[in-house]
């Protein structure tokens, strides 16, 4: 029986891996949940999973679960606090980091420090402390598994081959609902347009990272902390069926990939499941009744965040945090219509350029290039500077 704390337990991920965790009550118990504001669906999680321990980020929250949840056995704590003893409590054998945002890093880098595996679904505490992250994984001996479904694509094609033999990783991007659109259509882009992903039902951030393809930037700076490739071995091919998750190419020009259809369902139980394969109950991929699948160069000048990620991790140090933290904050000023859509490049991009970048040895710097990035990107936005 493996035990599991799932950390952001009411968005998108955190529901299937409750799903996975459900169907298989042999395999999986859930010791702890965290959750944000959506408190009726984390009390229906309770009532279905009984954890013993739970966590929420407000007080009033707190008050609020308590007051409906009289004769439950159940500690309910708060805040990063809560969220820490959620990540290392000692029967857990893998926590589920799937909180979005850099918000992640503090809870993932407890759990590892506790010992526990970690099933990764939060790509931004890579993109802001990857190294630390990675290093601290590696002194743990514990097993860092991807959830990200294009990592777990890679991770899976890597296995049982020489790194050495690594000529390039290729990330698939479906490129998101704007693929096609002319400047003139993007200047118009409401937030509800955003949110409308072809392939992929994701949460909120996500949508508007994979519209402006920040999601696959971050997703190349996580591959590289994953995988431990340069940049430069890093590539982004624009896949808009979404069926091949990611591809390596050999140095013999064998290229091996990942195929499925697009639910998360099938990265997040192998991860939960690794080395073993759980039998999900999906439709199964039907290549005939898909005909073609197609594959492009992404364009770096309608989608300029690709570019600015690559930048980022070129520049290392505390960058990749700063501009992990101006995307987070534009782009929910774009969901809140404060912020235009393309303006939300020209954010992080004059975010980037007023850093002064440090070498990165800490959590704590981390955290404070964090917030110093947060802050920057609201003062150019409340003043209207960008
Ligand atoms: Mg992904």
Known sequence: MKKIAVLGSTGSI?????????????????????????IDLLLQQIRLFSPRIVSVISDVDVQKLKSQLE????????GVTGMISCATASEVDMVVAAVVGAAGLVPTMAAIKAGKDVALANKETLVTAGSLIM????????NLLPVDSEHSAIFQSLAGQRRE???RLILT??????????????????????????????????????ATMMNKGLEVIEAHWLFNFPAAMIDVHVHPESIVHSLVEYQDGAVMAQLGVP???TPIAYAL????????SQKPLDLCGMGQLSFSEPDKVFFPCLQLAYDALASGGTVPAVMNAANEVAVEAFLTNQLSFLKISQVIEKVMYLHRSENLTTV??????????????QELISGGVV
């Open 14 to 38: 955190g529901v299937s891996t409750l799903e996975i965790v459900n169907a298989f009550p042999e395999r999986y118990q859930i010791v702890a949940l965290t959750a944000g504001s959506n």
């Open 71 to 78: 004769g439950v056995d159940v500690q309910i704590c708060s």
């Open 135 to 142: 290093a601290e994984a590696k002194r743990q001996k514990i």
């Open 165 to 167: 033999d690594v000529r």
């Open 173 to 210: 991007a479906s490129g998101g609902p704007f693929r096609e659109y002319s400047l003139a259509q993007f200047a118009t882009v409401t937030p509800a347009d955003a949110l409308a992903h072809p392939n992929w039902d994701m949460g909120r951030k996500i949508s508007i990272d994979s």
């Open 263 to 265: 639910d998360m369902k």
């Open 273 to 280: 499941a690794w080395p073993e394969r759980l039998p999900l």
């Open 364 to 377: 704590e710097q981390a955290l404070r290039a964090d917030l110093w990035g947060r802050r920057k990107a």
